[in-house]
T-cell receptor, first 114, second 113 residues
Framework: NAGVTQTPKFQVLKTGQSMTLQCAQD?????MSWYRQDPGMGLRLIHY???????DQGEVPNGYNVSRSTTEDFPLRLLSAAPSQTSVYFC?????????????FGEGSRLTVL | KQEVTQIPAALSVPEGENLVLNCSFT??????LQWFRQDPGKGLTSLLL?????REQTSGRLNASLDKSSGRSTLYIAASQPGDSATYLC????????????FGKGTKLTVNP
């Protein structure tokens, strides 16, 4: 009963490095999304996808890239890490595409950029 | 732009008390509103989902209501317990019912034994 799985759970990067946060779900959900959570700012949407091959920007997309080649996976790529990207990142998924289903979250990935 | 506000930011109550958490949103063109719980260092867990055609949902000691016309939702917790201590967040659809869910900043609840 895996649900939404995120890896890695913790990561430390140096400024300018790139990396990919992985997200996988085994519930056959059409909708997947990435949020970042920062103190005082709450949860902010980075990118989302309503199905394989379809992605769109959220509120804070700059510096991040996504793709959705399969229903199960939705990786988030940091192209050139900056200290401002230090945050906790959450992946979430739900059934359906018109806001009709519960959103399920992963446990989060804590990223520190030095 | 949809804005979601939760008041108060923090709440401390004695065990056994009934309490209400508030969530307000500026754009009423939503399909649904969802309440979540977040424990420290953990992800969010869905508590209740209220669809726009519904006025309330119940799960155990939790009851959530939705009033689209006034842009408000409340989460009622009956007979609170120390295990209810967590941050509670609500989320509504983006402007015009878009897929871009907007979260409130949460209410941090502490239930004292």
């Amino acid at each position: 009963n895996a649900g939404v799985t995120q890896t890695p759970k913790f990561q430390v990067l140096k400024t300018g490095q790139s990396m990919t946060l992985q997200c996988a779900q085994d519930m056959n959900h059409e909708y997947m999304s990435w949020y970042r959570q920062d103190p005082g700012m709450g949860l902010r949407l980075i990118h989302y996808s309503v199905g394989a091959g379809i992605t769109d920007q959220g509120e804070v997309p700059n510096g991040y890239n996504v793709s959705r080649s399969t229903t199960e996976d939705f990786p988030l790529r940091l192209l050139s890490a900056a200290p401002s990207q230090t945050s906790v990142y959450f992946c979430a998924s739900r059934k359906g595409t018109r806001n009709t289903g519960e959103l399920f979250f992963g446990e989060g990935s804590r990223l520190t950029v030095l | 732009k949809q804005e979601v506000t939760q008041i108060p930011a923090a709440l401390s109550v004695p065990e056994g008390e009934n309490l209400v958490l508030n969530c307000s949103f500026t754009d009423s063109a939503i399909y649904n509103l969802q309440w979540f719980r977040q424990d420290p260092g953990k992800g969010l867990t869905s508590l209740l989902l209220i669809q726009s055609s519904q006025r309330e949902q119940t799960s155990g000691r939790l009851n959530a209501s939705l009033d689209k016309s006034s842009g408000r939702s409340t989460l009622y917790i009956a007979a609170s317990q120390p295990g209810d201590s967590a941050t509670y967040l609500c989320a509504a659809d983006g402007q015009g019912g878009s897929e871009k869910l907007v979260f409130g900043k949460g209410t941090k609840l502490t239930v004292n034994p």
